[in-house]
């Protein structure tokens, strides 16, 4: 009978052991949450600026890199230890970050109240003088136990903006037809107080005297040093400001007074001067 109850016993504790150590295994295994982490909302500070009102060094220059800083702000609607919130600056359809940073919650400047959920940042940005539209600014946030969302605006970059100029033109005042084609060599100058990466393209129209109503489609000129291979294309040096196309006039061009009006557009739409040149063509 002793021996039976020895045994009984045993059985009882191993079971007890076993029980115990199950229920450690199971309190040691955490589940992952999918919960989502929501930056709901963001605010830049400030939302537009205008770089020609900016000075670097003390003076104003087209080939100057500017720097832009704004406050980045936004609410998200966790809090955690291991919560990690960042803010990028891009072009708009472009994959290239231009800036980044991070933003925090912690009561230190910029952020105004630590544990409140607005998570706060300087984001840092340099670009061109030149450089006229708006960047994308993007927030979004990691955490161990949450996947997350992301919220968008943009900083708009405004100029007073000076419009190019088309200095002159060079082209012949003749062009003989023969019973080969001919060649035609057009330059224009041009020229951007906001510097030349200001000019977005230079063209010309040309018309069939004395008709001055219905010119001929736009044709664009080059100042790429021949980079993009286009029919016509034969500028020598890239960013001079001296743009250039070849054009062909076949055997059984029209013969008779041709206007060639030249003009510049910049980046921002605004179109430059007009100069024109006639050629008799023979």
């Known amino acids: 009978m002793k021996t039976l109850n020895t045994k009984l016993l045993f059985v009882i504790a191993a079971f007890a052991i076993l029980d115990l150590r199950c229920t450690l295994e199971d309190s040691s295994v955490?589940?992952?949450?999918?919960?989502?982490?929501?930056?709901?909302?963001?605010?830049?500070?400030?939302?537009?600026?205008?770089?020609?009102?900016?000075?670097?060094?003390?003076?104003?220059?087209?080939?100057?890199?500017?720097?832009?800083?704004?406050?980045?702000?936004?609410?998200?609607?966790?809090?955690?230890?291991?919560?990690?919130?960042?803010?990028?600056?891009?072009e708009p359809g472009s994959s290239s970050l231009l800036s980044s940073a991070s933003l925090h919650d912690d009561g230190i400047a910029p952020d105004a109240t630590k544990g409140d959920s607005l998570y706060s940042g300087k984001l840092t940005v340099s670009i061109k003088r030149s450089f006229y539209g708006k960047l994308l600014i993007t927030a979004s946030g990691s955490s161990s136990v949450a996947n997350s969302t992301s919220v968008s605006t943009y900083l708009t970059i405004t100029r007073n903006n000076r419009p190019p100029v088309i200095d002159s033109v060079e082209a012949p005042d003749t062009l003989i037809v023969g019973s080969s084609t001919q060649l035609l060599n057009l330059y224009a100058y041009a020229k951007d107080d906001d510097g030349l990466a200001d000019i977005d393209r230079v063209f010309f129209r040309s018309y069939l005297l004395p008709d001055t109503t219905n010119g001929s489609s736009p044709f664009f000129l080059y100042d790429d040093g021949g980079a993009n291979n286009a029919n016509g294309n034969t500028d020598k040096v890239p960013g001079d400001g001296v743009y250039t196309l070849t054009v062909q006039f076949p055997p059984t061009a029209t013969k008779g007074i041709r206007r060639f009006i030249f003009q510049a557009v910049d980046k921002s739409g605004t179109l430059s001067n007009s100069v024109q040149h006639d050629i008799v063509v023979k």
Do not use: C, H, W
């Open 30 to 90: 955490v589940e992952p949450s999918t919960e989502t982490l929501y930056v709901t909302s963001i605010n830049i500070a400030p939302d537009s600026v205008n770089t020609d009102t900016m000075f670097v060094n003390g003076a104003q220059t087209p080939n100057d890199i500017i720097q832009l800083s704004a406050i980045v702000v936004v609410k998200a609607n966790r809090r955690e230890q291991q919560l990690s919130i960042n803010a990028s600056a891009k």
